[in-house]
């Protein structure tokens, strides 16, 4: 069972820092690799970044390589995005989610329903 909430979002500037956190109330959190995903209006929910169960093992969508950094706790059920120097073009409403393994993360093959988002918007 996965029940997942976001927070963190807001509003600021170009080159900016926000850290974004999704806690999973569900009973297997620490069974099941994570997510951030993002979508901007308009636009279609894209991938972002994605952690192991473990949280040995990350993946990031190109855009974000070296300026987001996603991490978990799993005695906390949570799994955090740490995003440095914020774009513009990273305005968005950012998702967290669940699955069975990395790869059907990154693919978007998620388990259960997304969370209500958080959004992040960032002005020039």
Not at 46 to 56: E, K, Q
């Amino acid at each position: 069972q996965v029940q997942l909430e976001e927070s963190g979002g807001g509003l600021v500037q170009a080159g900016a820092s926000l850290r974004l956190s999704c806690v999973d109330s569900g009973r297997t959190f620490s069974s099941h690799a994570m997510g951030w995903f993002r979508q901007a209006p308009g636009k279609e929910r894209d991938f972002v970044a994605a952690i192991s169960w473990g949280g040995g093992t990350t993946h990031y969508a190109d855009s974000v390589k070296g300026r987001f950094t996603i991490s978990r706790d799993n005695a906390k059920r949570a799994v955090l995005l740490q995003m440095n120097n914020l774009k513009p073009e990273d305005t968005a409403v950012y998702y967290c989610g669940a699955g069975d393994s990395i790869s059907r993360v990154v693919a978007g093959k998620m388990l259960g329903d997304w969370g209500q988002g958080t959004q992040v918007t960032v002005g020039s």
